[in-house]
Each structure stands twice: as C-alpha cells, then as structure tokens.
C-alpha cells in the first residue's frame, strides 16, 4: 500500500509544509486531503505529509490571513473544507519561494564545496 | 477578528470529512470500507493530539482558563460560606462607605460647575496687598474698564441682601441678587418663562424688571402661567416681572443662602440708589466674568495685569503705588468649593484608611486559608499546573470577592441613600445633585478591583514561591505555613492596629472637644426663648420710608413689645438686630466694627475692633446676662440721649486694661458723635461657644434704627403658636412687614456645632468600624494559628500542660501584637493629632486621657478577640488532636 510505505519516504522539514500549502493552493481552491494528495503526488510520491500535521498548519495560515476557508461539496458529492489562497497569501507565496530557492542554492553550494 | 474564532466542533467535522474522503479514495482503489478506514486513520496520525494543538493555539484558551478560574474560585468560596461572607461583607462596608465619601466629592469637586462652558467662568477680586488689604470691592469705572476690555464676554458685579416682597400673597423677606443686565449672559442660562435681561442694557440705574426663581414663583405666585408683566414690591419700590428661572437652577455660591437667590434685579450701578461712580470708591462688592472663547484664564489674568498698570498710570492719586491695587481672576469653581476641598479630601482620606484595613484583614484570612491550602496547590503544580495558573487563580478568587463586596455594597448604599443624604451638611456647595451616576459606579469598580488586588497579592505572590517537595512530604498535614508567611501575617495585623489606633484617636480628641463644648457654660440662658425675624424696608426713595427716624422706629418697636406680651405664655419680649441672636449668624451678619477711643485717636497700631449688636433694654435680663458695673439701658437711652453702650468684660479687659471703662467714649471714625460706655456685663459666648472672650459692644435700639430686627420672647411658649400670633401682632401694626425665621434658641445653640458634629460623627462611624474590622483581623490571625497549632497543643496537653498555662500562651501572642500595633500606632497619632490641632477644642492634641484610654481599649478589644480562639484551644481533647488531621 502506498500509505503504508512512509518509512522510506522523506520527512518534511521543518516550516517547508506552509510553502508546499501555499504552492499547491495556486491551481485552486482545495480541500485538506485533497492538498494533502496534491503534494504526495506531485512529489512523485517521495515527500510524506503526515495528515494529523496537516490541519493546524491550516488554521495558522488561515488565521494569518494567508489563505481562506469555506465549507463545501467535493468532486465525490462529500462536505468538505474548501482552500483558497488569498492575495497576501499569494504574495507569501512569492516571498517563500524566493527564500526557499536561495536556501536550497546556499545549502547546495555548500555540499557541493565539500564533496569537491 | 470573529472570523478566528472557530469552534472546535468545526475543526472536528473537518478532520471526519478528511478521513472519509481518504477512506473513499482507498476504497476506489479496492480496499474494503472497513480496511480503507483504518488505514485513513492510520495515515492521519494522532486525531486527538492535532485536535489539542488546534485547541491551545486558538483564542478559547483565556477565556477556558478564565472560565474555569472563575468556576472554581465560586466553588472554593461556597466551600466556606463563613469566610466568604466575612470578607464580603468587609469590603462591601469599605466600598460602600468609600463610595459615598466618593459620590460627595464627584459632585462638589469633579464635576464642573452647571453652567456651559463654565471652565470660561471667573470671578474678579480686587487686593490691596500693600495696605494688606484683600478682596475689597471694586468701583464702577473699574468694572466699566474691565467690561471694555476686550479681555471679557461679559463681566458682572453682583452685590446680594435681603428684601422685603410685597404684592404677593404674603409679605416675605427673600434672598435677592443685584446684578448687571448681562449676568445671566455671563453664566449662560436662560429663564424657563419670559426672558433674561438685555446683555447691552446700559440703563444707569435699577431696570425696575425682575427675575424669580421657579420656588418663589410656585409658592408665592402659585405657579401663575400669566406672572410675566405683573408687578411686585421690593422694599416699598415697584418692580415688573420678565422672567422665571428653571427649577434646579442655583447661583454659584459658598452657602446655602448664596446659592438660593429668589428675584435678580438687575442695575447699571450708576444711578441712584448707588453712589456716584467714583474710581476710588468700592462699593461693588464682587463680581463674575465670562473669558472670551480661546482665552485661557493665565492669558487672560496677564493681560488685566496690563490694564491695571496702564490705569495705575493714568490715575495715580485713585491708585497710590504703595497700596500696590492688584486685580485677580479667580477660577468660578475654586470661589465656590475651594474651602471645602480640605475637609472633603480628609474625608475621603479617612475612608480609605477603613477600606485598607478591611483588605489588610482579608489579605490575612486569605494568607490564612492560603497556607491550609497549600497541600491543594502544591498537589496541582505536581500535576502540572503552572505557577503563573495557579497564582491568576488564587488572583480570580480575591477578585470574586471583592467585586461581590463591591456590589453588596453599592446596594447598601443604593438602599440607604436618601438617608445618608440627610447627612451631609447644607453648608455644602452642592450645585451638581449628589448621586449615584456612571463615574460613582466606575469609581466603584475600581475600589473592588483594586481592592481585589491589593489583597489578593500576598497570597497569590505565596503560592507562586511555593516549595514543592517539603509541602508534599507533609503527611496530610495542614502546612504551618512558612516562617515567611507568618511574619507578613504578624506585620500585616500590626498595620491594621497602627491604623486603626490612628482613626480612633483623632475621633477621640473631636469626641472630647465636642462634649467640652456641650458642656460649656454659655452665660446667657437659651432655654425657652424664641426668636422670630422680622425687617423693616430701606426703600430707595427716602419719602417713602416709614421708619426713616429713630423716634419713628422706636414707636414700632414699642408697639411691637407691647403687643407681644400680651401674648399667651410669654413671660418677656425683647428686640435686637440680627447680630444680637446669640450663636445664630453666619459671617455675613457679623460685622466687627472699626473703633476710635477717646483720647488714643491718634494711636497707630492695630485697630480696635469690636462685634456690635443693637437691642431694647429688655435684652439683657430675657437672656439671662449679668451686669458686672454701671447700668444697663432704660427708656430714656432714646435719640433725645447722648448715644450709650453697654460692653461686655472682654472689650473692657481689652481696650481699658488700666482703669475703668465706664464713662469712657468711643466712635466709629466716620461717626460725628462719641458713644459713652455706661455698663459692663459678664462676658457670654454669643459668637460661638468655642471662644470665650470676644469684644462686644451693645447699642440702644432707640437710638440707632436697626433694620433687621429679632424679637426675642421667653415664657412657656407654644413653638408652633408663637410665630403664627406674633405675625398676626406685627402685621396688624404694619402689614407690610414679613416675619420669617422662627427659631427656639437652644436649637439655634445646637445648631451652631452643627459641623463639628457632623466631622465628630463621620470620623467616629470611620473609626468604630476600623474597631470592628481590625478585632475581626486579630480574631482571624490568633483562630488560624490556634487551629494550626491544635496538633502540638494536643501533646502539650497530653504530656500534663496546664489549660490555663495554654490560654495564657496563645493571649499572649495576641497581647503581643496588639501592643506592638500600639506603639507605631501611637507615634503615628502623634503626628496626626498635630495637624488637628486647630478643630480641636479644649483638648491638647496630646490629650493623655484619650490616648491611653484609646489604647487600652483597643488591646481590649484584641484580648476578646483572642479569647474565643483561645478557649477553643483549651477544649482541645487530646486524643481527637493527635489524629487530627
């Protein structure tokens, strides 16, 4: 079961989840499992989201103003919490990729320096 | 911000729906239901703890935290209902109490005065320093410089006295204001019916238009809709009413008489009957100014200063430099409270003082009940509680009290108000009603909270440095509490004594210097007389005055006691000016008169001064006052006489140290004539039973036209029939003549220690409940130690201890603290019995029968207290106190 290979997958690292919500929200206003699908598979299925996890990173962005939340119906008929980024969220967004890009550059850089 | 507010319900529905949406998903992918669910689940993690974190992360927490404080200190309280209600009931006496002093000094000092803008509002005084003269008056073309100034909107003298009306349904003596047209202007007020005066009327003279107030348009006018035009009498002149003042409207003023002015005239002040407008002649007595808008009154008050330099220029003979002519503005609102802001704040001083002692006493029992309750907190913290947690509940707690204190005690108050408004003296400037209104409450609050506060701190700062493991190890043992603890406990009971010590001396030393003041001999008997007022009118007209000579006056005067005697039950009539009524005159009536002795004219120095009072020659036996030398006045000290005058012992002693006063002459300056002193009585205290010798001076009424005439009449008298009989007797004489004012003159007697009374009594109540309050606090600290002690008094007894020897221990802990709250006490009172040194009378401020007695009885009070705990320690049965737990 895919679920039950987590062990062998990466863990998140720490502060990353808020960036992957952000990001997966630009293609549109999504539920919590479903975000949660989003990012597994466009991870080609390496990165785990832990669901329990999921949900207070949620709350926080919404309570930042980052995102919005309304309840609605999903694609399979079910109630479900719907996300949508909102434009300070979308600015977030930009802000955190930029960041994230110059981590992932620096700390390459770095690795790279002491395999060389 | 709501929109954060989400209930944990929501969060839960959603993580449902996250897992059936997994669970469908799973079972598209072929799983069963039940496998699919429980793989969801596993693949969600810990429901409960995401569900926690939501929780501790949102806004609910305070307010849980808060909740369940509250929840559990209303428990805790109704625990222990004795206690609750003890300290309820301390704090709603101290709120209560304070709360009341509050509401006087909200009304009296807080609130502006009701006028609009009445911040603008100034009255103008005009000093003298160099002469050391000050508020003397100002002259008309002052008034009329000041006006033109620029300076002002609008500026009025006003000058008050009394007036006869007539044309009503009763002749009546009223309170009236002369003032100029713009008055009403300048205090911005407007009539209820008619209209004020015209602001730019510049008649020189009186406008011949009045004003009434809305109380003597209802009683003597019976509210006539159609008064406006109608004409009444003032002193024989005729005068045409324009307007009605509102009910409730009050003139700015100290007193009650200044305060409840009847009719306004209003007058130029440069016309008859005033004198001509002469610069150096102040005859205005004062007067009230309106600031122009945007002007403050140290901008406005700098610029008189340049109008009064400038005029000092241009008139130097009105304005000699060495009387150094000054003219102040004075904020309308410091004339009339600034002299009972002292005694106000005094009072509230005092109330403060109970009220602090009540939360001493309360943060003791609390201490107390903290420390039995140690085990509790240190269990909970054990359990994880946090400090801060268990320190804002124990805070929640004392609030609790103290705002169920704060509102026990605003209902007392509610309940007892109008009766506690009977209390407050007349003599108080209240413009603004006294009352419970929004600030009073919010003040209310405040005291609780803080109070709360206050003594809630100890405790809470105790449980905060708890030690953990000694108070777990303690077998189920009540704790005995730290060293620490019980030396705040020791301290905090020997400051409610101090303080309390502090209170009952000063009510001590007014208590005595009221009861020397009973118990003075006043030298002239008050028991069954009678005084009843009446006034002749000084019409502005010269023609129109009937008693405009002494033999005219005299006739009436005869007339007048004839008629009274005649009367049933009285034995004697006499007839005085209002400053011969013993003890009833305000300052007003009083007027020391400037003198010249013969033969020492030219003597510089102090000047002579005397009070002076007109009377008949029946005087001075109707009041019971003994001649020492010479004679008193008979029939023939009339206007054919040389002028004569009776003086008291002190004016002798005084004036004639050397010799004898009799025969010898004296005079006001500007008098033509000299008076010859033809007797000396025994001095009596008619001025005020506080002062034994003042200088007085009595005249011949039949030589000296008094206008505001006291008859005096003694005998088993009718109170309510004789001012009925004497009206009908005085108006059958002349009916336009009022008669007001009945008074028996032992009231009159009492009256006059009204506000040493009133002081002796608020103090005294203060001081009576700090009693209470501080036997309450020892009764509670040596019951706490008794109860913890029960334990080792168990084994003392159990090994032979003598019940006696036990009892004499724990009063001795008790006895120990009272006198060390004694002595702080004690030196404290020194202090403060210093400072009311001057409202004392007849005591020395360290008067040593009121200190010791206080003192003692107030380790008196502190042994009973200790007494009851002490006879419950020595009931203590062994046996049951050793397995006590």
Redesign the interface.
């Known amino acids: 079961?895919s679920?039950?290979q987590?062990a062998e997958r990466l863990e998140l690292l720490q502060g990353t989840l808020d960036l992957l919500i952000l990001r997966t929200l630009i293609f549109g206003s999504q539920?919590?499992?479903?975000i949660?699908?989003a990012i597994q598979q466009t991870s080609d299925e390496e990165l785990l989201v832990?669901?329990?996890?999921l949900?207070?990173a949620l709350?926080?962005l919404?309570?930042r103003g980052w995102i919005s939340a309304k309840w609605g119906i999903?694609t399979?008929n079910?109630?479900?919490?719907f996300y949508a980024l909102t434009s300070a969220g979308r600015k977030q967004l930009v802000k955190e990729t930029t960041k994230w890009n110059r981590l992932r550059a620096a700390i390459g850089r770095v690795l790279e320096a002491e395999e060389g | 911000m709501f929109r954060?507010n989400?209930k944990a319900s929501d969060?839960g529905?959603?993580?449902e729906?996250?897992i059936?949406?997994?669970t469908?998903?799973?079972q598209e992918q072929g799983l069963s239901y039940d496998n699919a669910r429980t793989?969801a689940r596993?693949?969600?993690?810990?429901?409960t703890?995401?569900q926690e974190?939501?929780y501790e992360?949102g806004h609910w927490l305070w307010w849980d935290h808060f909740w369940q404080d509250i929840r559990y200190g209303l428990r805790m309280l109704r625990k222990s209902p004795g206690f609750t209600t003890i300290a309820v009931l301390t704090i709603a006496l101290g709120i209560g109490a304070t709360t009341a002093i509050f509401s006087v000094v909200d009304a009296t000092l807080l609130h502006p005065l009701p006028y609009p803008q009445s911040e603008q509002l100034v009255t103008v005084e005009d000093d003298l320093p160099g002469v050391g003269a000050q508020d003397v008056g100002m002259s008309v073309p002052e008034w009329q410089d000041l006006q033109r100034s620029g300076i002002f909107d609008y500026v009025s003298p006003i000058g008050g006295g009394d007036v006869n009306l007539t044309g009503a349904s009763q002749p009546e003596r009223i309170r009236f204001l002369n003032v100029a047209p713009n008055y009403f202007a300048v205090l911005g007020v407007k009539p209820q019916l008619g209209n004020s005066f015209n602001p730019e009327d510049h008649t020189p003279g009186f406008t011949l238009e009045v004003l009434i107030s809305d109380g003597l348009w209802k009683r003597a006018f019976a509210a006539d809709p159609r008064i406006l035009g109608k004409s009444l009498r003032l002193d024989n002149d005729l005068y045409r009413v324009v307007g009605v003042m509102p009910a409730g409207y009050h003139d700015p003023g100290r007193t009650a008489e200044e305060r409840s002015i009847e009719i306004w005239a209003a007058s130029g002040f440069a016309a008859d009957p005033a004198p001509p407008p002469l610069r150096n002649s102040r005859f205005l007595q004062t007067a009230i100014a309106r600031i122009k808008p945007g002007l403050t009154i140290a901008a406005a008050q700098s610029r008189v200063d340049g109008l009064v330099a400038a005029l000092q220029k241009q008139f130097p003979v009105d304005y000699p430099l060495q009387s150094a002519w000054k003219v102040r503005l004075v904020p309308l609102k410091e004339t009339v409270v600034g002299n009972v802001r002292q005694s106000l704040i005094l009072l509230l001083g005092a109330v403060g003082l109970v009220m602090l002692i009540g939360c001493v006493n309360i943060a003791n029992l609390l201490l107390a009940r903290a420390s039995a309750r140690g085990r509790e907190m240190a269990i909970r913290q054990a359990l994880g509680a946090a400090r801060k947690r268990l320190m804002s509940q124990l805070l929640t707690e004392s609030l609790l009290l103290s705002l169920a204190g704060g509102i026990v005690g605003l209902s007392i108050l509610y309940g007892t108000k109008t009766l506690l408004l009977q209390i407050v003296p007349e003599s108080l400037p209240q413009l603004n009603e006294v009352s419970i209104n929004w600030s009073v409450l919010l003040f209310a609050l405040a005291a609780s909270l803080v109070a709360g506060a206050i003594f809630g701190l100890a405790p809470a700062l105790h449980a905060g440095r708890l030690e953990l493991i000694p108070m777990l190890k303690q077998e189920g043992r009540g704790s005995t509490g730290s060293g620490e603890q019980a030396r705040t406990c020791r301290v905090l009971v020997i400051t409610e004594f101090a303080l309390s010590l502090v209170l009952m001396i000063a009510a001590g030393l007014l208590l005595r210097s009221f009861w020397d003041l009973l118990s003075v001999r006043p030298g002239f008997n008050p028991q069954s007389v009678m005084v009843v007022r009446t006034w002749l009118p000084v019409p502005n007209d010269p023609a129109t005055d009937a008693y405009g000579t002494a033999a005219q006056e005299a006739r009436l005067l005869r007339e007048i006691l004839r008629r009274g005697r005649m009367l049933p039950g009285v034995e004697e009539v006499a007839i005085g000016d209002v400053a011969a009524v013993p003890l009833g005159h305000g300052w007003r009536d009083l007027n020391p008169y400037p003198l010249m002795l013969e033969g020492r004219e030219a003597q510089s120095g102090e000047t002579p001064l005397a009070n002076r009072s007109t009377v008949t020659p029946e005087y001075f036996h109707l009041l019971g006052m003994s001649l020492l030398r010479g004679r008193l006045f008979n029939e023939s000290d009339n206007d054919k006489a040389p002028q004569s005058a009776v003086i008291n012992e002190a004016m002798a002693r005084k004036y004639w140290p050397d010799g004898d006063a009799l025969a010898k002459r004296f005079k006001r300056p500007a008098d033509s004539s000299w008076t010859t002193v033809i007797g000396v009585i025994a001095d009596a205290r008619t001025e005020s039973l506080a002062e034994a010798a003042v200088p007085e001076i009595y005249l011949s009424a039949y030589q000296r036209r008094p206008k505001d005439l006291a008859i005096f009449v003694r005998g088993r008298l009718d109170a309510a029939a004789i001012p009925v009989d004497l009206r009908e007797q005085v108006q059958s004489v002349d009916p336009g003549l009022p008669v007001f004012g009945a008074q028996m003159l032992d009231d009159a007697v009492s009256a006059s220690l009204s506000s040493r009374r009133f002081s002796m009594e608020m103090v005294g109540l203060f001081a009576l409940t700090a009693l209470l309050l501080t036997g309450l606090g020892i009764y509670g600290v040596i019951s706490y130690i008794v109860s913890e002690r029960t334990h080792e008094i168990g084994i003392r007894l159990a090994l032979g201890a003598q019940r006696r020897n036990i009892l004499r221990m724990v009063l001795r802990q008790g006895l120990g603290l009272a006198i060390a709250g004694a002595a702080v006490g004690l030196v404290c009172a020194l202090i403060v019995s210093r400072l009311m040194a001057g409202v004392l009378y007849g005591v020395r401020p360290v008067d040593p029968l009121t200190f010791v007695g206080v003192a003692v009885l107030l380790i008196g009070v502190a042994l009973l207290a200790c007494y009851i705990p002490a006879r419950r320690a020595i009931r203590v049965d062994p046996l049951v106190a050793l397995r006590y737990e």
């Open positions: 079961m679920t039950q987590g539920h919590g499992q479903g949660a699908r832990e669901h329990g996890a949900y207070p709350q926080r919404e309570e999903s399979n079910r109630k479900a919490r | 954060f989400r969060f529905a959603e993580i729906a996250h059936e949406l997994e469908a998903r799973l793989a596993r693949a969600f993690g810990n429901v703890h995401a974190h939501f992360s």
